[in-house]
């Protein structure tokens, strides 16, 4: 059975850091890229960042760059999302997906998780 289990998430203040944790089983981690994703109430979901497992390259949305980073524990078949310098406008819920190659569609996953909040005070 397939899984994708995130986790982390919680309520921070403004400036805080979280880190999301997102544990896959049941497919081969190797071969897929693992995607983060976030929906906000009212809104669409967008991609947040991405990393392909068979070679660590690594994709962020513009509204994160140098306030996330990706990364991926193969040997635990984990992809971690570590969350810096919070805003309130990062407030959602977060996914992690799982597809053959990293992409901001939604429709290029196969696997996706249940999510969890993350909620930014200001």
């Known amino acids: 059975e397939v899984q994708l289990v995130e986790s982390g998430g919680g309520l921070v203040q403004a400036g805080g850091s979280l880190r999301l944790s997102c544990a896959a089983s049941g497919f081969t981690f190797d071969d897929y890229a693992i995607g983060w994703f976030r929906q906000a109430p009212g809104k669409e979901r967008e991609g947040v960042s991405c990393i392909s497992s068979s070679d660590g390259s690594t994709y962020y949305a513009d509204s994160v760059k140098g306030r996330f980073t990706i990364s991926s524990d193969n040997a635990k078949n984990t992809v971690y999302l570590q969350m810096n310098s919070l805003k309130p406008e990062d407030t959602a819920v977060y996914y992690c997906?799982?597809?053959?190659?990293?992409?901001?569609?939604?429709?290029?996953?196969?696997?996706w998780g249940q999510g969890t909040q993350v909620t930014v005070s200001s």
């Open positions: 997906a799982a597809g053959y190659y990293c992409s901001q569609s939604t429709n290029e996953y196969d696997y």
